[in-house]
């Protein structure tokens, strides 16, 4: 049993479940704003799904990685170890970042203001994941 093939197929997983579980906590935050926008008979700005499909690019940077661990030919524990370890910090980047955009369709839905502050802080989020992206390429 080769255990790297094991650490890229974590790489991916993980960061798709951290991508799912941001995807759905913006998602649900994104929905109960428009729903208070119709309620209020305000507009519901479409530019909230930036913060609700936010996450979902973990799950990219998650495969990137996979594919170079795959190609590696270093020892397989350690590719366990950085598959183990990049997946679940990029997995729960996507966390955070679902988290902040759940904050920003919030406050956008409430206000309609703010929009470029809301998602950089997002973005921050995001600079997590593709730093440990990028580490982990380096190091396979």
């Known amino acids: 049993m080769n255990f790297g093939m094991f650490g890229a197929a974590c790489a991916l997983g993980l960061a798709a479940?951290?991508?799912s579980i941001g995807l759905a906590i913006a998602g649900q935050a994104t929905i109960g704003s428009w729903k208070r926008c119709y309620m209020n008979n305000k507009p519901a700005p479409f530019v909230m799904v930036a913060f609700a499909g936010a996450p979902l690019t973990q799950t990219i940077y998650g495969f990137l990685l996979m594919n170079a661990m795959l190609a590696s030919a270093k020892d397989p524990w350690y590719l366990l170890g950085v598959g183990l370890?990049?997946?679940l910090a990029i997995g729960s980047?996507?966390?955070?970042?679902?988290m902040a955009g759940?904050?920003?369709s919030d406050a956008?839905?409430?206000t309609g203001k703010?929009?470029?502050?809301?998602?950089?802080i997002v973005g921050?989020?995001?600079?997590?994941a593709l730093f440990v992206m990028v580490f982990g390429l380096i190091s396979v």
Do not use: K, N, P
Request: aromatic share 6%.
């Open 17 to 19: 479940i951290g991508s």
């Open 85 to 87: 370890v990049c997946g």
């Open 93 to 98: 980047s996507a966390v955070a970042q679902g």
């Open 102 to 104: 759940a904050s920003g």
């Open 108 to 110: 956008i839905g409430e």
């Open 114 to 120: 703010g929009f470029s502050q809301f998602i950089t």
């Open 124 to 128: 921050l989020c995001e600079t997590v």
